[in-house]
Every structure is written in C-alpha cells, then in structure tokens.
C-alpha cells in the first residue's frame, strides 16, 4: 500500500490531535499553542494538496478505518471533488487564523483554538466521508465547534443570535435523522455508494418513502446552504460573530452545496425510481430566489458585515443556479465557482473588520464618519474584495460567473438563470459602491480618528485577494480541475467500483 492511502485519515486526525494539545498549551504556553495551531493548519494544508495532487489521474482513494471493508464499515473516499474542499478549507483555516491572531480576536475566551480545530475536524470529516451517517456525525462536530465560536467573545447580540442558531441546526439534525432512518429501513445501508446500487432496487410500494427520505435530506442540505425560505438565521449569525469566526464560516453554507452535489448523483441518480434527481424540480426556482434576495440584502445593507452575509447568501445562490442542471459542464463551473466564492465572501469579512476597528465608534456602519487612519488602503482592499464578490473583471469572480452563464446555456429555461445573474451583479455592484461611498469618499462631522490598529491587520484579507488572484491566473489549469471532478462526481458507477470493490453487493 503506498504512502498516498494512508492520506485520507490525517485531515480528520491533525485537528483532533491539535485541539486537545492547544486547550492544555494556551493558558501557559501561548506561545507553544499558537504554534500547534498553526502548525496543525499548515500540516492539513500540505495533506489537501497531496491529495490534490493524488487525485489529478482520476484515482480514488478509499479509507478504511478498522481495516473494515465497505459497506459494513467507515470508509473514507479522496477523490477530486473532496480534494478541492479540504484544500479550499486549510487555505481558508490559515487566513482565519492569521487574522485572528494579529487582531487579536483569539485572545477573548480562552477556548478559540480548540474549537476552531475541532471546526476543521468536523469540515474535513464531511468532505471525507463516504457514508451518510458519518455525514451526520460531523455536521454535529462542525456545528458544536461552531456554537462555541459564534458566542466567542461574549455579548447579549451573539447570545441572542446563538439559540437561533442552535434551535434551527438542532431542527435540521432531527430532519436528517428521519431521513437516515427512512434509508436504513428501505435498503440497510447507509454507505453512499452502497446506496446508489440499492435505492434502485427499492420496490414499487416502497418508492413514496424513498422520495420523501430524498427530499428530507435536500431539505437539510438547503438549511446548511441558507437557501430561500430556509437563509433567515444567516444574516444574524454570520453578523454577529468576531470577524475572522465569520470568515471560516464563508465555508459553512458551501458544505450544504457540497453534499448536495455529492449525494444528489451518488444516491438519486437517474435509476432511483421516483426519488431520482428529487430535488431538481425545486431547486433552481430556490436558487434564482436566493441569488435575488442575497443581493438585494447587499444593496440595503446598513453596515459592512450585514453586506458580506447577505453576500454570503447571494453567491449561494448563483452557485446553485449551475448546480440545478446536474450536468457535466454546470457542475465544473459551480466547483470553480465555489471556491472563489468562499475566498471572496471570508475576505469581505475580514475587511469589515478592518474598517470598524479603524472607524472607532462608526465602526463599519455604511455611513458617513470621521476621517481615520490608512483610509486610502483599506478603501483599495475593500473595492478590490468587492470586484471579486460582485464577479467583475479581473478578478476569478467574473470567470466564474461566465462559466455558469455560458453552461446554462443547455437549459430550457436558461434565460430565468441570465436575468437573474447579471440583475444581482448589477445590485451588488451599486449596493458596494454606496457603501464604499458613504465609508471611504464621505467624511462627517467630528475629528479625525488617531491610529489605533496595527496596518497587519490587512494582511489576511490581502492574501486572500491573492489567492484569487492566482486562481484567475490559473483558470484554465482550475477549470481543468473542476471539470474533470464534475464528470467524476456524475461517474457513481466508477465511485461504487473504487468503494466497495469489482464484487458489488
């Protein structure tokens, strides 16, 4: 067995490892703490682009913890797809991290660095996963992790906003449970690839729970993506949190995307009777509603962070007008898509962050203020994260927005998804022009604010801008990439074959 297979397991065991080490370190080694968190994100790092590497050829790596073979025990499955969003999580993690370290964030509770590895464990293991209630187990680690970072620093807002998000999580649970339950009594697995061979051999008196069970589980993943009804807890949550808890939290909605697009072909493909493709009538009516609203929540928006969630909700949105198709081309464009998305809203975030600790008590209210120091600086970082959210040249937001455009194109009903992507461009292009406007070109009333914050505090939402950067440079090399794991993602019969083996049950 080569090196390459033991890989899978170390995204999952480097944070569940770092987690402990930094709880026991920071109260007396900071120092020996902030040095394990890093560290532990840069390992998880070099692991993702390992596998990225890995999977170029089209090999999928499968993991079995216990040596217990599929589909009686956990496996973990690395193919292009899951690559991509463990890479995408460790660049992510190392910005966050950053940032709250130079700001100083971290320093409010004494429990950061634990829960935001477990954060990580609880995101790796759902982009590992290759069966369905394991997907369970570590949407429950991300979000307790993630509960304890929201109320990070305290306060009534984030205490208020925090019951909110636990009750809404804690309904989404119940329905996945129900869910599982259903697919466990009608097939007796749960493994992903296990599933697609059973489901379609689901017998007719049975189909009607089959497709419940298959809604359920969209309804779940739409929770996680905030998607119009389900987005309301977003806006108040992503708000509220410490700027660079927000920041890792860009990636949150995106693991809802993810299962979608990997369990959606995986377990509901064309042969799962009246549960095949089960969400797709719904779906692209929800996705060009959510673009929508999500942008119009940018044009209204009253401060800066307000802005960046309800961008959140917005490039979901457009993500998931090209996942709707549930073809080749759309799918390579919404993993591209997806990523700069990610980068884009964190970095949002973090810029907010450093407006409002320069604006003292303005803080980042889309309002005129008093002048404040380096306010040239920041207004180039904000309208340069703003170029790349609202997917304008030349930033990997407008190839991005092209590549859905120009895949939609086979749609029937294509013209809906045009309106509606270059109408919520041309709103968020206004709403971020009003608020830099009233923030950076308009001065009010009072004196100057003296210097209060270090200038490294731009330096993670610089290397994010970087980041996209490089992926635009390097769009043929990641459309590429994209591309060739769309068509693996909708190749179940490859994915089964590498899971369970030639013997298929």
Known sequence: ???????????????????????????????????????????????????????????????????????????????????????????????????????????????????????????????????????????????????????????????????????????????????????????????????????????????????????????VFAIKAAVVPLHLWLPRTYDVATPAVAGLFAIMTKVGVYSLIRVVPQVFGHDAGAAAWAPAPFLMPAALVTAAVGFAGVFTARSLSEQASYAIIGSTGTLLIAVAGWQEAMLGAALYYLVHSTIAGASLFLVADVVARRRASA?????????????????????????????????????????????????????????????????????????????FWKVGEGEAVPASAPRADMIAPAIALALLAALSAGAGMATAYADAAAAQVLDRETTARAVLGDGQP
Request: charged share 10%.
């Open 1 to 219: 067995m080569s090196w390459l297979a033991h890989l899978p397991i170390l995204p999952v065991a480097i944070p569940a490892l770092a987690a402990p080490l930094t709880l026991l370190l920071m109260r007396r080694y900071p120092g020996a703490g902030l040095a394990v968190a890093f560290a532990s994100c840069a390992a998880m790092l070099a692991c993702a682009l390992a596998l990225l590497a890995g999977a170029a050829d089209g090999s999928i790596t499968v993991y079995a913890l216990g040596d217990w073979p599929a589909p009686f025990g956990i496996v973990l499955v690395a193919d292009r797809q899951a690559a991509i969003m463990l890479t995408l999580a460790a660049s992510l993690a190392l910005i966050a991290l950053l940032h709250a370290v130079i700001t100083g964030i971290d320093r409010k509770g004494w429990h950061f660095h634990p829960l935001f590895q477990f954060q990580l464990m609880g995101l790796n293991g759902a982009f590992l996963t290759g069966d369905l209630f394991n997907l369970f187990v570590f949407f429950e680690v991300l979000l307790i992790a993630s509960y304890g970072l929201l109320l990070h620093g305290q306060g009534p807002a984030r205490l208020k906003a925090g019951v909110q998000y636990v009750v809404v999580n804690l309904v989404g649970s119940s329905l996945f449970l129900i869910a599982l339950g259903l697919l466990y009594a009608l097939t007796g697995t749960l493994n992903m690839a296990d599933l697609g061979v059973r489901v379609a051999q689901i017998a007719p008196e049975d189909q009607g729970l089959l497709r419940i069970a298959a809604l359920l589980l969209a309804s």
């Open 363 to 439: 803080t980042d209210n889309c309002s005129p203020g008093p002048d404040f120091a380096d306010r040239q600086q920041v207004g180039l970082l904000f309208m340069a994260t703003a170029i790349a959210t609202t997917g304008l040249p030349p930033l990997s937001g407008f190839i991005g927005k092209l590549l859905i455009l120009k895949s939609v194109t086979a749609l029937p009903d294509w013209g809906w998804a045009w309106g509606v992507i270059l109408a919520t461009t041309l709103f968020g292009v206004i709403g971020f022009a009003r608020a830099g406007s009233m923030v």
